[in-house]
């Protein structure tokens, strides 16, 4: 029987989601937004605005325990998706790994709830992935990789092996984290860096290598 997913976030990555459960021959039930102009963009399916919106849903529905959630929330977002992520684990709502056929996740991994592996990504062994995490499209996390809660490993991204990653990291798309490195907390990596140090909490960096170009607000 197919699992009724409700998708938090009303632009393109609640698409991929979307696509991705369609694969999987689940349903998409609503929509949810905390801006309060977003419009869905799963089709026929009704959108809620905030806290307000999901408290008028759960109106709707016998039981918002045999639901399964998405955050569709992406980039350098952690501390949102993890906002996102509490608010519904304190309504009893459902937050699963979610990982696409495509993947590739070694059975040694050790996932946490809410965490999506998104198309033709690899997970490696022995690896811990935090909750609210997105390993994105293509992107590659290598052997005891430590991710904390609420990061982003951007399209096409490798992580080597051993390399540890703080809380609500942004690593972008086509980023290259060499190992045994440690990324601190709040920190973003641009789109096609070469990470040959590691970095401390709450700074961007970008280049190749990569350098220090500001704090991170």
Same mark, same amino acid.
């Not at 999987?24 to 809620?48: H, K, R, Y």
């Not at 605005?49 to 569709?72: C, M, N, P, R």
């Given at each position: 029987?197919?699992?009724? $997913? =409700? #998708? ?10 979307? !696509?991705?459960?369609?694969? *999987? ?5 609503? #929509?949810? !937004?905390? !801006? ?12 809620? +605005?905030? @806290? ?13 325990? /045999?639901? $399964? ?14 906002? /996102? ?10 937050? %699963?790994?979610?990982? +696409? %056929?495509?993947?590739s996740v070694a059975g040694s991994s050790n /996932?946490?709830?809410? @965490?999506? =592996? &998104? ?35 951007? %399209? ?13 990291? *942004? ?9 045994? &490195?440690? #990324?601190?907390?709040? @920190? ?7 990470? @040959?140090?590691? &970095? %401390? ?17």
């Amino acid at each position: 029987m197919a699992k009724k $997913y =409700i #998708i938090w976030g009303s632009r393109g990555h609640a698409k991929v989601l979307a !696509d991705t459960l369609a694969i *999987m021959g689940e349903n998409v039930c609503a #929509i949810f !937004d905390n !801006d309060l102009q977003a419009v869905s963009v799963v089709n026929d399916t009704p959108i809620f +605005h905030g @806290t307000d919106g999901f408290e008028e849903w759960k109106q709707q529905v016998a039981s918002v325990s /045999i639901y $399964y959630a998405l955050i569709a929330v992406g980039g350098a977002r952690g501390r949102d998706r993890i906002q /996102i992520y509490d608010f519904l684990s304190s309504h009893a709502v459902n937050l %699963p790994v979610l990982v +696409h %056929p495509s993947a590739s996740v070694a059975g040694s991994s050790n /996932i946490f709830p809410g @965490t999506q =592996i &998104l198309a033709q990504a690899m997970v490696s062994v022995d690896c811990f992935i935090g909750k609210a995490c997105i390993i994105n499209n293509r992107s590659g996390v290598d052997h005891e990789c430590v991710i904390g809660n609420g990061c982003h490993v951007g %399209p096409g991204a490798t992580l080597c092996g051993e390399v540890n990653l703080g809380d609500n990291v *942004m690593v972008g798309a086509g980023a290259v984290v060499l190992p045994r &490195l440690r #990324i601190g907390s709040n @920190t973003t990596i641009g789109a096609g860096s070469v990470v @040959t140090k590691s &970095l %401390p909490d709450g700074v961007v960096a970008y280049g190749n290598p990569a350098k220090i170009i500001k704090k991170n607000i």
